[in-house]
Structure formats: structure tokens, C-alpha cells
């Protein structure tokens, strides 16, 4: 049983493009995280969201609370954006999506 | 900014050992977190730890697994006889928004 599912799995975008990626959790939560995995493994907390959106330069995150939805979007995409994206809620414990490997070529 | 700094990098133990590991999280904090990923997985909640006691476990968190803060200012994962299984990356975090590189185990 996964509570929260992201999508796509894997995600391949020209230098430029808009990207959205989508994750639905199926817990009550106080909070939804959207992280950051590169390569080297290391993690970084992009936004974390209870309701409405946040941007923060070419990143944007938003959040459906009554749909249990939220969408992270980049805008402009560039190769340093190539990581791992992660959704993860934050309810009694932390449930984490299996993450949308992100691939931007120039 | 501050950082979760976590030692070491990467552990290599044979299987039956114990292990400890390290984590210094943000001093004014008040919620630390283990977690562990797998090679190839998502990453999996293990504890939090809030005021010196475990807050939450997952059902991954089992009687080999244990958490102290000693001293204030480390906060440790110790795993009892270590398994194959336990093969993985382990972060630690504190609050829920600053996450440590990680410490690599592997079990031989």
C-alpha cells in the first residue's frame, strides 16, 4: 500500500520546458513536503505546504487539500535541475513518494 | 544557514555487528528524525525523537533498532546485530525540513 503516489516515475525535458509533477497522498496530514535527491544522495527540503502555494524563484508548489493533490512546477527547466523530486507527507509519521527522476538536457 | 552534519560518511560493518550512527542536528531544534533509503527505494521513516524520548516508530523500527541523544548535541542511531537487510542510506533530520548527507551502511 503506497499513501502517497507520485507521477511520472521518470520524466525527461528539453532545456526550457515547463515541468509539473503530481503527487496524491491518501493520509491526513499537517503538512506536504516536496524534497530534492541529487545523485550523490543528499537530500533538500524544497517546500513544505499545509495549504495554497509557494514559489520560490522557478519553482513552484501548490497543494489541493480536499483533493489530497499537490503539483511541484519548474519553470524554464535547466540540466542543474536534474534530480530526484520527492513528495512526502507529513502526517503522524513520514510517508515519502518514490520520487520522479528528473532529467533536463541542453 | 545551519546544517545536520552526520558522521560517518560511510560505514562498512560485518553482518552480526553492532553500529552507531551519528548525527549533530540543529541545536535550537526540537524534533530529530531518522530515516533510511534503500539503494534503488524511497526513502522510509524510521523514528522521531522529541524531548530525549521516540515520538513516532515505523513498524521498520524494530527491537534491533535504538535512538539517544547522549550528550545534547549528538543523536544516534544504534543498531543492534546488524543484517544484510540493513543495507542502506540513513539520514537524519532535524525538524522536518533540514536533512543530513547521509550516512552510507553496508553489511557484509
Known amino acids: 500500500k503506497n499513501e502517497v503516489e ?8 528539453q532545456e526550457g520546458e515547463f515541468i509539473t509533477i503530481n503527487c496524491s497522498y491518501s ?24 495549504s ?17 493533490h499537490s503539483s511541484l512546477h519548474i519553470t524554464a527547466s535547466h540540466p542543474r535541475d536534474s534530480a530526484v523530486y520527492i513528495c512526502a507527507a507529513a502526517g503522524n509519521q513520514f510517508y515519502f513518494g518514490t520520487g520522479t527522476s528528473l532529467t533536463v538536457i541542453p | 544557514e545551519p546544517e545536520v552534519t552526520q558522521t560517518p ?51 521498520i523500527f524494530d527491537d534491533q533498532f535504538s535512538v539517544e541523544r547522549p550528550d545534547g548535541s549528538n543523536f544516534t542511531l544504534k543498531i543492534r546485530s ?20 547521509g550516512t552510507r551502511l553496508s553489511i557484509l
Not at chain 1, 6 to 13: D, G, I, K, V, Y
Not at chain 1, 33 to 38: A, E, P, R
Not at chain 2, 82 to 101: I, P
Open chain 1, 6 to 13: 507520485q507521477s511520472p516515475q521518470n520524466l525527461t525535458a
Open chain 1, 27 to 50: 493520509v491526513g496530514i499537517s503538512a506536504l513536503h516536496w524534497l530534492q535527491q541529487h545523485p550523490g544522495g543528499g537530500i533538500v527540503s524544497l517546500f513544505m505546504l499545509s
Open chain 1, 52 to 68: 495554497g502555494k509557494k514559489k520560490h524563484g522557478r519553482l513552484i508548489a501548490t497543494i489541493n487539500i480536499q483533493e489530497k
Open chain 2, 9 to 59: 560518511s560511510h560505514q562498512v560493518t560485518q553482518m552480526g555487528q553492532e553500529v552507531i550512527l551519528r548525527c549533530v542536528p540543529i541545536s535550537n531544534h526540537l524534533y530529530f528524525y531518522w530515516y533510511r533509503q534503500i539503494l534503488g527505494q524511497k526513502v522510509e521513516f524510521l523514528v522521531s525523537f522529541y524531548n530525549n524520548e521516540i515520538s513516532e516508530k515505523s513498524e
Open chain 2, 82 to 101: 546488524t543484517k544484510l537487510e540493513d543495507s542502506a542510506m540513513y539520514f537524519c533530520a532535524s525538524s522536518k525540513e533540514v536533512f543530513g548527507d
